[in-house]
């Protein structure tokens, strides 16, 4: 784990999650789903929370939402998970909260945005009503966005474009909407946006949950922004949530993609069997695993994991060196290389984390001095 400073902030209670106050760095994300619609939505709250998702936001922007609300969470419930749900207000928010109590029970916290509160002369009226219902039903509030993820191309055209209607709005307005459109992104654009702006922030001790706001491909996988956020907060040395598998990036040595579908393919096995794994085997989230494409510089690497495999590069022997614990133990060959590894990292595992595996698992660990390549 890293030695990072944190910032000291005072703690605060999310339904059993427990946000600041030198607590873990907590992953949360959001829905995607119409809230009205209380089946999809609570089945991807479930994905999310089931992916690692330690608190959920759900969108509660009308009556039949925030009806539909404390349905959410009975199916959550009933299904096994205690995940906190938020609600994001805008607006209406002060309604909604005082109309539907069912929904301002189940809530573990409410989120709004000071600038979409409400106008004029109502606004603190009604940021007195949120208050006051947060009072009530003794819930957090979480206010305001960050500033510093704004694009400031992307202000410039919103700004354009808002000059031009008929009837345009403030220019505060523009720039939180500008906000909120330039904290997502698509595909790697996302990824990087949100990994550079987050990195540096934690990197300074600041932020106490974190949430990376990507974009999905229509029909994509909405828990990708989960596992994104916790190889952030991995890769920084703040949390361990999965073994880590250590690939490296392919050279001219290696002309095949042998290696990169093993690692992979470990990668994947390992995400679905930390399910079980993390109440059976702990501390397993901190092994590293190396897969490496030839055996000129593969070894090197391998022995500074838990685990390792070279793979033979172009014009090597058709075999496969295994390292563990820094040992080479055996060596692989034949068509049957990538189940065969399989097996042994998961004999690895339970002789390491298990039950039997107890006094090996409690000796001190080796001091892993890892270079990170890919991580896939
Ligand atoms: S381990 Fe081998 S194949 Fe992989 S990058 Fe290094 S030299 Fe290239």
Redesign the pocket.
């Known amino acids: 784990m890293t030695n990072i400073p944190r910032h000291k902030t005072r703690q605060v209670r999310v339904g059993h999650a427990l946000i600041g106050g030198g607590a873990p760095v907590l992953v949360q994300s959001m829905t995607n789903t119409d809230t009205a619609d209380a089946g999809r939505t609570a089945a991807q709250v479930f994905e999310l929370a089931r992916a690692g998702s330690e608190i959920v936001r759900v969108t509660v922007n009308t009556a039949e939402a925030a009806a539909q609300v404390p349905r959410i969470r009975e199916r959550l419930d009933a299904m096994g998970c205690d995940v906190p749900l938020v609600g994001d207000f805008h607006f209406n928010g002060h309604k909604l909260l005082a109309e539907y109590p069912d929904c301002a029970r189940a809530l573990a916290k409410y989120r709004i945005n000071p600038g979409n509160v409400g106008r004029g002369a109502k606004r603190d009226e009604q940021f007195a009503t949120l208050i006051e219902m947060a009072c009530r039903y003794d819930k957090p509030v979480r206010i305001g966005v960050n500033w510093g993820s704004l694009d400031q191309e992307l202000l410039a055209r919103l700004m354009d474009e808002n000059a031009r209607t008929a009837e345009p709005v403030d220019s505060d307005t523009v720039t939180r909407q500008a906000l909120v459109v330039s904290e997502a992104g698509m595909g790697t654009k996302g990824i990087v946006a949100s990994t550079a702006a987050l990195g540096v922030l934690l990197q300074e001790g600041i932020g106490d949950t974190i949430r990376i706001s990507l974009t999905p491909e229509p029909g994509g996988d909405r828990t990708r922004e989960v596992m994104v956020a916790q190889e952030l907060l991995q890769t920084m040395g703040l949390r361990s949530f999965s073994p880590m598998v250590i690939a490296?990036?392919?050279?001219?040595?290696?002309t095949s993609t042998t290696?990169q579908e093993l690692a992979e393919k470990i990668q994947r096995y390992l995400r679905e069997q930390m399910l079980q794994w993390r109440e059976r085997y702990p501390g397993v989230e901190d092994m590293h695993v190396a897969v490496?494409?030839?055996v000129?510089?593969?070894p090197g690497?391998s022995k500074h994991a838990n685990i390792g495999i070279?793979l033979p590069?172009s014009g090597e022997r058709p075999v496969a060196p295994v390292y563990v614990d820094g040992i080479k133990t055996v060596t692989l060959k034949g068509e049957r290389i990538a189940e065969e590894f399989q097996q042994l990292v998961e004999e690895y595992v339970r002789a390491t984390y298990g039950e039997g595996g107890r006094l090996r698992r409690d000796e001190p660990q080796k001091k892993r001095n890892i270079p990170i390549?890919t991580a896939v």
């Open positions: 490296c990036p392919g050279c001219g040595r290696t290696f490496m494409g030839c000129v510089n593969g690497e070279s590069g390549k």
